[in-house]
Nanobody, 116 residues
Framework: QVQLVESGGGLVQAGGSLRLSCTASGFIFSLNDMGWYRQAPGTQRDLVARITSRGSTNYADSVKGRFTISRDNAKNTMYLQMNTLKPEDTAVYYC??????????WGQGTQVTVSS
């Protein structure tokens, strides 16, 4: 079955960097548009970065210029490089499909905490 496992989160000071990873299995990763989502306490889960099967990317305005999404289809893995982190980036980060309406069951995500 479809499985998505996020890793790489942690505690970092404002201005720091983190690199998140998402390892996928159970489907043909290379054929799917994928995305990184995040959810802060008391808020809805939002898409912050998306990468198509062909490698085109787009970003939420709040992270544009600071975050970079990428994928390695040979490794069935997607990444999110996060630079110049801000306290408002604090959230649980998830990966999931980002094309059409299908979403796999949400995993546990990875916690990112940015201290000021």
């Amino acid at each position: 079955q479809v499985q998505l496992v996020e890793s790489g989160g942690g505690l970092v000071q404002a201005g720091g960097s983190l690199r998140l990873s998402c390892t996928a299995s159970g489907f043909i990763f290379s054929l799917n548009d994928m995305g990184w989502y995040r959810q802060a306490p008391g808020t809805q889960r939002d898409l912050v970065a998306r990468i198509t099967s062909r490698g085109s990317t787009n970003y939420a305005d709040s992270v544009k210029g600071r975050f970079t999404i990428s994928r390695d289809n040979a490794k069935n893995t997607m990444y999110l490089q996060m630079n110049t982190l801000k306290p408002e980036d604090t959230a649980v980060y998830y990966c999931n499909f980002a094309g059409g309406t299908y979403r796999a069951a949400w995993g546990q995500g990875t916690q990112v905490t940015v201290s000021s």
